[in-house]
C-alpha cells in the first residue's frame, strides 16, 4: 500500500510561489501516474495536473501557465511548483497516486491519496 504525505502548503500574497512536495512510500511510485487536486471550501474537488510514469505533464486551464508539476522517482516524491499565484488558488491541495502509466483528470480514477495541505493566498 503506497501512503503519500504533502507538505509545503502556507500563506502566501497574491504574485507570490510556493512549492508542494508529495513524498510517497512504496515501490510502485515510479510506476504509477500522479496527479494533484485541489478542494476549496464548500466546492468540488478540481482537477489541479497530473503526470505520467514518464513524466508528461497535463493541467487544467485554470493553472496553465503557472503551475508545473514534476516528479523525482529516485526521491519517491513529485512536486507542484505555483508561481504567480491568486486568492482564487486558496484551497486544500491533495495529491493522488493511480495504478497507470498515465493520469487523468477524474479524481474518482486515482487510487491513493495525502491527506492535504493547505495553501491560502491573499490579496
Known amino acids: 500500500q503506497v501512503q503519500l504525505v504533502e507538505s509545503g502548503g502556507g500563506l502566501v500574497q497574491a504574485g507570490g510561489s510556493l512549492r508542494l512536495s508529495c513524498a510517497a512510500s512504496g515501490r510502485t511510485f515510479g510506476n504509477n501516474a500522479m496527479g494533484w487536486f485541489r478542494q476549496a471550501p464548500g466546492k468540488e474537488r478540481e482537477f489541479v495536473g497530473t503526470?505520467?510514469?514518464?513524466?508528461?505533464?497535463y493541467y487544467a486551464e485554470s493553472v496553465k501557465g503557472r503551475f508545473t508539476i514534476s516528479r523525482d522517482n529516485a526521491k519517491n516524491t513529485v512536486y507542484l511548483q505555483m508561481n504567480s499565484l491568486k486568492p482564487e488558488d486558496t484551497a486544500v491541495y491533495y495529491c493522488?497516486?493511480?495504478?497507470?502509466?498515465?493520469?487523468?483528470?477524474?479524481?474518482?480514477?486515482?487510487?491513493?491519496w495525502g491527506q492535504g495541505t493547505q495553501v491560502t493566498v491573499s490579496s
Open positions: 493522488a497516486g493511480r495504478h497507470n502509466l498515465y493520469g487523468s483528470s477524474r479524481y474518482t480514477e486515482y487510487d491513493y
Open positions: 503526470v505520467s510514469r514518464s513524466g508528461i505533464t
